[in-house]
């Protein structure tokens, strides 16, 4: 096996967060899932709460920074609108994709740093989001922190399965993008 990167245990860190909640985020049931040694954990962190930290920057960079730059890209603030729909119901990757966020989000509700990584990450997202709205001539501030609470609460209820909320927020973003065509 070959030298496990600090990036191959916050993947393993989000499996487990995703898969059995915080209690997860110790170094030896870590280093179980990794088939390795606590001595590899630690060589990467200096303790448990270190290697939190570390992965809460790398969520908060991956949720906000590296999807704004991506919508930034587009063309038009309806494609970015869809797209962000499609990111946001996107199958789950090697740090937890959608299935992390409402285990991030129920960490939070236990732990202050976690509700304060939360609170960074809703802030830019919706600031955002507001941008997006604006571009497409709706400045009213409801209707963005509609759509977003409506991506939050559809991973909510989604229990696992990414596919449940992809088609109730591509019409959600549909009705936002036809709303904006009439006014």
Known sequence: MSKLSQTDWIAAGFRALTNKGPQALKAEPLARSLKTTKGSFYWHFKDVPAFQAAMLTFWEEIATQQIITLLDALPSPEIKLRTL????????DEFGGVGAEPAIRAWAKADPRVAEAVKRVDTSRLAHLSGVFKEMGMGNPDLPRLFYAGLIGLQEIAHGDETASATPLATLADLMIALAETD
Request: aromatic content about 0%; glycine content about 0%; charged content about 10%.
């Open 85 to 92: 729909s499609d990111l946001a119901t996107a199958p789950q």
